[in-house]
């Protein structure tokens, strides 16, 4: 079946504006994560849903972060007044169910801010 | 901040030979789960350890953990040109949330 999409899969803003990256995850995996990874480092953590509920967002660097899952499948994660540290890779995972089950990862979104 | 260390943070090794890269982490956990990520793929899970577990195997792969130490090392046996990329030790100690470390390069010349 389909793996985890993302999009766009590259994304340039200019400093100051909002950005929307989208995460479809494998169809009927309740547990979605958003991870950040910088160049040449693993990925850290941001945020996770079970379901539509967000039940952990302490990874997420500030309150220009906000992520959302309204209807339990796809999620959005915005930024907004992007800045120039938050270049990276922002990628998506799923899985069926957390506590020793593997995450499914989508290719990521590398987001360039200049 | 990353849990997980790598080590070496790169390795090259000759086509046909065997790679070991080792994790270390500095909190209990329940599992620890190495990765995968190249250009072409992104990132795949390659096996899952569980905390009462010593030793695994999948395939060419070979996973150790030692909880008392808190490490663990995975062996890829004779190395193919595909297993180029890098390799990432992620540690799960609460319910959901994966700890990651830095990974290990790992470039097989053919």
New interface residues.
């Given amino acids: 079946g389909a793996g985890v999409s993302q999009s766009p899969r590259y994304k340039v803003a200019k400093r100051g504006q909002d950005v929307a990256l989208r995460c479809d995850p494998i169809s009927g995996h309740v547990?979605l994560?958003w991870y950040q990874q910088a160049l040449?480092?693993?990925?850290?953590?941001l945020t996770?849903f079970q379901n539509e509920a967000q039940?952990?967002k302490s990874g997420l660097p500030s309150d220009r972060f906000f992520a959302e899952r309204p209807e339990g499948s796809v999620s959005t994660l915005k930024i907004q007044r992007t800045q120039q540290e938050d270049s990276a890779v922002y990628?998506c995972?799923s899985s069926s169910g957390?506590?020793?089950f593997?995450?499914?990862?989508?290719?990521?979104t590398r987001l360039t801010v200049t | 901040?990353?849990q997980?260390e790598e080590d070496p943070q790169a390795l090259s090794i000759q086509e046909g030979e065997n790679a070991t890269m080792n994790c270390s982490y500095k909190t209990s956990i329940?599992?620890l789960?190495w990765y995968r990520q190249n250009s072409g793929r992104?990132?795949?899970?390659l096996i899952?350890i569980?905390s009462n577990e010593r030793e695994k195997h999948s395939g060419r792969l070979r996973v150790t953990l030692d909880t008392s130490k808190k490490s663990s090392s995975l062996l890829i046996t004779a190395s193919r040109a595909a297993d180029t990329a890098s390799y990432?030790c992620?540690t799960?100690g609460g319910?959901?949330?994966?700890?990651?470390?830095?990974?290990t390069k790992l470039i097989i010349k053919p």
């Fill in positions: 547990s994560f040449g480092q693993g990925p850290e953590f996770y039940l952990d990628l995972a957390t506590g020793g593997e995450q499914y990862f989508g290719p990521g | 901040s990353q997980g329940n599992n789960q992104g990132l795949v899970h899952l569980r990432f992620a799960e319910y959901y949330q994966l700890i990651w470390g830095a990974g």
